[in-house]
Structure formats: C-alpha cells, structure tokens
C-alpha cells in the first residue's frame, strides 16, 4: 500500500481541479492532486475548443443575469451568477499575467469572440491551455499522482478524512488522508458519442452520493451537442456564431422556428429538439453550413483547433466549401446544469471537508436548466476551483488531522478490488453498453416519456440486479472499468428518476406528456440522497429572494 498524507487532497485533474490545486497551495496548503489519467492530457478541459466566457466590468451584468436567467428556465441562483462574472474577470487576467495563451489583438489585448448566448469568450487552443496548467501546478511543487483511480471516500462521522483509489497501471492499492478534499472528477458522458469525453462517469457523483452528499437538477444530465456525420467536430458554440447555419434536406433554414430570438446561435438543447422534429416530420438529413465565414474567422478557426482541421484535410473535406451533414452526438452531463449541492460560497457539499467544482458541481447554479451553455463551463470550472481550494485551505488550517479507522481503510481495499476477486461471467464494456442504452437516443433524452423513463428505470434495475454481480476485471484496467460502470449506473438512476419527477417541461427537459412549463408548481430544485431505502428526493424552492435582490421578475 503507498500512504499518503496532505493537507488538501484534489480528485480530478481538468481544469477545475488545476485550479483549486492552485488556489490551496497559494494559501499555503499541502496539495496531493489526483487524476485516473494524466493531469494537462485527460478530461473534457484538454478537449475543450477553447471558449472561456469573459465577463467584465464594461458589461452590463443586469443583461447578462437577465438573459441567462430566462434561458435557463429561472433555475439559477442570482447571487452565484454575479459571483461567476466578477471572479472570472479576475482569474482570466490572472491567467492572462502567467502567460496562458489566449488570443491576442495587434495591441495585445485580449480577443473576446462570440458563441452561443454571448458575444464575449476568450479564445485559445484548448490542449495548450491544460499543458500550460499543468507546468504551473508543477512549478508551484504540488505533489501530482497520475494514473491513480480514486475509488473510495473516507467518510467517518460525517467528516471527509481523505480517499483510497488504485493505480491504474500496476494495481498497487493508494491512501491518501486529508483534511479536505474536493472533488473536480468531472461529469458523466455515457461515453457518448461524442469527442473528448470519455473518461468522465459519473464516479465524483457517485463517490459523493454514496457517502451522503445531496445532488442537485440531475434531470438535466441530458445535453446533446451535434456534429458532423463522419468524424467529431468541437468548437460548434465559436461557429453557430461566426456565420454557422443549420439546414434541412429541403435546403430550409429552421433554426429560428425553434429558436427565435437565437436562431442558428441557439443552446443545444434547442438544436437538439430541432434536428429530432425536422427528421421526423421527414425533413432530415440535418447539414451545418459554414460556407459563409469570413476568411479572418476561418484562418482563426484552424489556428485553435489545429486537430480539427488536420481530420478534415486527412479526410479531404473542406468545410468551408461544402456543407456537412450534421448529426447529434451525445454528451450526458458534461457541461449542464447538473452535479453535487454546493451549501456556502467556497463550494462546500453537505459533508464536512468535501468540497466540488466544475462539472462535478452543480453548475445549474449559473445556468438554470440550460445545455451546452457556450464557454460557461469553462468559467465555472476556474471560478469553482479557485473557491472549492480557498475553502479546502482555509478548513485544513483550522481543523486537526484525524486518523481512519483501520477497519474503515481495509473496507476500502477490499471494496476497490472486489471485481477482481471474482469470477464474473460479463465484461464491464458489455454492462455499460445496457446503461447508455437507457439514456442515449433521441425519444430517451430529447424528448422524454413518463413511459420510456420507466422502461430505461427498468432495464438498470436488471443491470443492478443481474450483471453487475457477474461483471468481472481481468486486469487493472478493466478494474477501472468496473467501477467506471458502477458511477454510471448510480447516475442513470438518479438522472431518470429526477426526470420522471419533473412533470412539465423546462429549458432542456422537455416531457412529451408534460409539454408545458408549469412555473406555479416547479419553480423548484430535485435534490437526491441516499437514505436506507436507495435514492430519496425532495424539492426545494429556488432562491426567490436573490431574483428581487437583482430584480429579475419571475414568470409568475
Ligand atoms: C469536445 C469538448 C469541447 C468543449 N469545449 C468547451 C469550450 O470551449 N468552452 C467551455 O466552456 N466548455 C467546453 N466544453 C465543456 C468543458 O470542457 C467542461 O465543462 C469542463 O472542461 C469541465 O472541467 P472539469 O475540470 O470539471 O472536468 P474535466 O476536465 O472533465 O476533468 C475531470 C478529470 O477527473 C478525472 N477523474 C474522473 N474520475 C476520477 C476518479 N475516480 N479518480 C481520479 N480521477 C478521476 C478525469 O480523468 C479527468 O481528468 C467542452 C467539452 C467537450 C467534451
């Protein structure tokens, strides 16, 4: 066993985790960041297209909240949006004086470019961005353990004590005490179809739940991003905005029937709905065309997703020749309004010393229930981070180390390796394939059913019941499978079954049985924990009081 001990341990390497490690040690913190693959080369951060939404002074932060607020569906927190904006002003100069390499004008001002919902994003490539994040942890001397799977929380009397995982290569068994811990594991996508995402499952929710933490707005794990046909193109929310426009087979433009104040700069969720009714009403295929994009934002566009062009030229397409055809590409909760309560301003969860930022956070605090927010996640993720290390740092100072309980440790080991000790009959990939067949699909997601939500309950209660028992790990790495399976599996249920309890139809949760926003009885927030008998939900008000602190009226 390799025994570690820190002040402040970070699970997850993407950019939230990057930045509480960050903010922990300029306080003077102890930091241990964890991460199952490779801090700067793993998570949806490296993959990211390179928006990162820029808020400042100038701007009119009444507008900004305004808009957001009614498109998210008024399922935000005002006082957390103003929060998101002031800080992210902040930490992108801040970023900006480290040298991060965001676009810059002839005067070396700092570009801002538009994308969905917003015409301010600083732009950059985004796996130079994490590169560059992860020499800065270095210089600053935090202690980073790659390859590392947490599987295990230590929680003993409400209190975090730190984490137990394993090391995905040679299976040696890993404990890490701490006196905070935050958690940065990023989303869950299902491993859906679409690029960069893979690695995320839900494991931070799952850790989380199963030791007590409450989740919020888990219905609207559903985003679809779309795509090009063939291969996966990022960078969608920069193009809908620079001249991107989405066409039926008839050559119609149908964006602004959907959407009519975005049109072809709508949220996915939007895009989403469209492309399913245009298909089935017989209109489809669905293109994306961006023939008419200015030659500046084209030779931009190459400069920042270097890879996405190299695919295309592999391929022998020109996409600002021709126009492709566009398909949705399943995305889960990567980016969406989903993900663990946070209980104060530095990110705390109801556990005490467990902290969460980034997608693992629920980011429906600054976006309602709106998917695919374009360069907000990106923001959240930095702003959460800084706040979640803050507040892991400022713990660590005034608490005393307390030791686990040995009992606890070995419950632990034993824990992380069951799937390894058996012998099972099923391979996790084959049980992970039921799980996205539960969520994944247009009639599943999109537009949902109180019928088909009980089917998919149904086929994860075989899941649960029959194949997890049999699954089995023939190596370390299909150990990290295993309990990848075992995050999602928690997840499905928790997003199907927060879907079925909101009956109507709100921002990206679009019931067909409910097909009207029913702002009389769910001007609300699903909050999910575990209680003896599984999953136990309630509903809370949203925080009404901060709408008319920023006077923002509610369709009430
Ligand atoms: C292709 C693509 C492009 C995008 N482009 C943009 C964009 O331009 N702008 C924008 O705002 N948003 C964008 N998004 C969304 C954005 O990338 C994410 O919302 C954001 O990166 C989340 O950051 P994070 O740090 O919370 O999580 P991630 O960056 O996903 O990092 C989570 C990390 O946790 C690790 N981890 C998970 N479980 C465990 C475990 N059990 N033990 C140890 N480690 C674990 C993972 O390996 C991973 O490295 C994009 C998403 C994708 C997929």
Redesign the pocket.
């Known amino acids: 066993m390799k025994r570690y001990s820190c002040d402040v341990l970070v699970?997850?390497?993407?950019?939230?985790?990057c930045w509480a490690s960050i903010r922990a040690q300029q306080l003077g913190a102890n930091v241990i960041l964890?991460?199952?693959?490779k801090?700067g080369y793993?998570?949806?951060?490296?993959?990211?297209?390179?928006?990162?939404?820029w808020w400042t002074p100038k701007d009119d932060l009444y507008s900004w909240l305004n808009n957001y607020a009614r498109w998210g569906g008024y399922l935000l927190d005002p006082e957390w949006f103003k929060r998101l904006c002031y800080d992210i002003y902040e930490r992108v100069l801040e970023m900006s004086e480290w040298g991060a390499p965001f676009e810059r004008d002839s005067r070396g001002n700092l570009v801002r470019k538009p994308g969905r919902g917003h015409n301010a994003?600083v732009v950059f490539p985004?796996f130079e961005l994490m590169k560059f994040m992860r020499r800065k942890i270095e210089q600053a001397g935090t202690n980073i353990l790659d390859r590392?799977?947490?599987?295990e929380l230590l929680v003993e009397d409400g209190r975090v004590l730190g984490a137990a995982?394993f090391n995905v290569r040679n299976g040696e068994f890993y404990l890490i005490e701490a006196k905070a811990v935050v958690l940065?594991?990023?989303?869950c996508s299902w491993k859906g179809n679409?690029?960069?995402?893979d690695?995320?499952?839900g494991?931070?929710y799952a850790?989380a739940y199963r030791n007590g933490a409450k989740l919020m707005n888990m219905e609207y794990s559903n985003c679809y991003n779309s795509t090009y046909r063939y291969f996966?193109i990022?960078?969608l929310?920069r193009f809908q905005r620079l001249g991107g426009k989405f066409t039926n087979a008839l050559g119609e433009r149908f964006m602004s029937k959907y959407d009519p104040e975005l049109g072809d700069g709508a949220f996915l969720h939007t895009i989403a709905i469209a492309m399913a009714k245009e298909v089935m009403e017989g209109r489809g295929p669905i293109y994306f065309d961006l023939t008419e994009m200015s030659e500046e934002d084209r030779s931009l566009s190459r400069k920042l997703l270097p890879m996405l062009f190299e695919m295309f030229d592999q391929a022998g397409v020109d996409p600002f020749k021709e126009r492709l055809e566009w398909i949705p590409g399943f995305?889960g909760s990567?980016?969406t309004g989903s993900g663990l309560m946070l209980t104060d301003e530095f990110c705390s969860t109801n556990i005490k010393g467990l902290y969460a930022?980034?997608?693992?956070a629920c980011e429906g605090l600054v976006i309602g229930g709106i998917n695919g927010p374009?360069?907000?996640?990106?923001?959240?993720?930095i702003v959460t981070?800084y706040r979640s290390g803050e507040g892991g740092a400022r713990l660590a100072k005034s608490i005393e180390f307390k030791k686990p309980e040995d009992a606890l440790i070995n419950d632990c080991q034993k824990s992380t390796f069951r799937f390894l000790l058996k012998d099972g009959e099923i391979s996790p990939q084959e049980v992970y394939y039921q799980l996205q067949e539960s969520v994944i699909g247009w009639d599943k997601s999109i537009i949902r059913h109180r019928d088909r939500l009980n089917e998919s309950l149904n086929r994860i209660k075989i899941v649960e019941e029959e194949l997890i028992p049999k699954i089995r790990a023939s190596d370390f790495h299909q150990l990290m499978r295993c309990?990848e399976v075992e995050a999602t599996l928690i997840t499905t249920e928790m997003v199907l079954r927060s879907a079925l309890l909101r009956e109507e139809s709100r921002a990206a949760h679009f019931r067909e049985d409910y097909p009207k926003t029913d702002n009389l009885n769910w001007l609300k927030w699903i909050v999910v924990e575990k209680n003896k008998d599984g999953m136990k939900f309630e509903t809370i008000d949203i925080p009404k009081k901060n709408y008319e602190k920023y006077g923002i009226k509610l369709p009430l």
């Open positions: 699970i997850g390497g993407g950019l939230a985790g964890v991460d199952k693959g801090v793993s998570g949806c951060s490296t993959f990211a297209a390179g928006d990162i939404l994003a985004g590392i799977m947490v599987t995982g940065s594991t990023g989303g679409y690029f960069g995402q690695m995320v499952c494991e931070g850790l996966d990022y960078g929310s995305q990567i980016g930022a980034g997608d693992a374009g360069a907000i996640n990106l923001s959240w993720a981070g309990h």
